[in-house]
T-cell receptor, first 112, second 115 residues
Framework: DQQVKQNSPSLSVQEGRISILNCDYT??????FLWYKKYPAEGPTFLIS?????DKNEDGRFTVFLNKSAKHLSLHIVPSQPGDSAVYFC???????????FGAGTQVVVTP | GAVVSQHPSWVICKSGTSVKIECRSL??????MFWYRQFPKQSLMLMAT?????????EQGVEKDKFLINHASLTLSTLTVTSAHPEDSSFYIC???????????FGPGTRLTVT
């Protein structure tokens, strides 16, 4: 049972434009959400997170939005750069010390 | 800081043999380590959680006799795939968490191919 879903397997965006990645979840007990970036043959690296008590968190070019009523979160990358080309995983957990549940990932390709 | 390494980065083994994968936290003490498995174009699936000095907790559907996990020290956990079969071919990733912290730091992964 996939509790975290990323329905877009891939996204192509032009350099300098905005990348918007979406993630939906089904478990209302999740209270902490994270985004990870992963290059081929490497482990995921932490990008940004948000607690369920917030609806927005910003860190440089990366902003995560959380809509609890819709059980939906999104990651905005502005402006997109070629180095942003990677697979992005959405993850969620119940409690900060809980187990991470990952989505299937979205492959982002930033074109010149 | 917070570097996690895995060894080997890739391994090919024959069906029926066993293979051991190491996960090390290089600059911190990892009281908890996690082992994940990833199939191509799919999400990371948690296989088991191990706390230093105690038995690993396996997720539902993961065979504990097939995937042996040992977390004997605060910097090392090992995953042994016993009697490997081609369907065990996958990308195995570990992560480590320091006591008192909720952040997980991931290793670079190990590509296992069973022929």
């Amino acid at each position: 049972d996939q509790q975290v879903k990323q329905n877009s397997p891939s996204l192509s965006v032009q350099e300098g434009r905005i990348s918007i990645l979406n993630c939906d979840y089904t478990n209302s007990m999740f209270d902490y959400f994270l985004w990870y970036k992963k290059y081929p043959a490497e482990g995921p690296t932490f990008l940004i997170s948000i607690s369920s008590i917030k609806d927005k968190n910003e860190d440089g070019r990366f902003t995560v939005f959380l809509n609890k009523s819709a059980k939906h979160l999104s990651l905005h990358i502005v402006p997109s750069q070629p180095g942003d080309s990677a697979v992005y995983f959405c993850a969620a957990k119940v409690q900060r010390w809980g187990k991470l549940q990952f989505g299937a990932g979205t492959q982002v390709v930033v074109t010149p | 800081g917070a570097v996690v390494s895995q060894h080997p980065s890739w391994v090919i083994c024959k069906s029926g043999t066993s293979v051991k994968i190491e996960c090390r936290s290089l600059d911190f003490q990892a009281t908890t380590m996690f082992w994940y498995r990833q199939f191509p174009k799919q999400s990371l699936m948690l296989m088991a959680t191990s706390n230093e000095g105690s038995k690993a907790t396996y997720e539902q559907g993961v065979e504990k006799d097939k995937f042996l996990i040992n977390h004997a020290s605060l910097t090392l956990s090992t995953l042994t795939v016993t009697s490997a079969h081609p369907e065990d071919s996958s990308f195995y990733i570990c992560s480590a968490r320091q006591g008192g912290s909720y952040e997980q730091y991931f290793g670079p992964g190990t590509r296992l191919t069973v022929t």
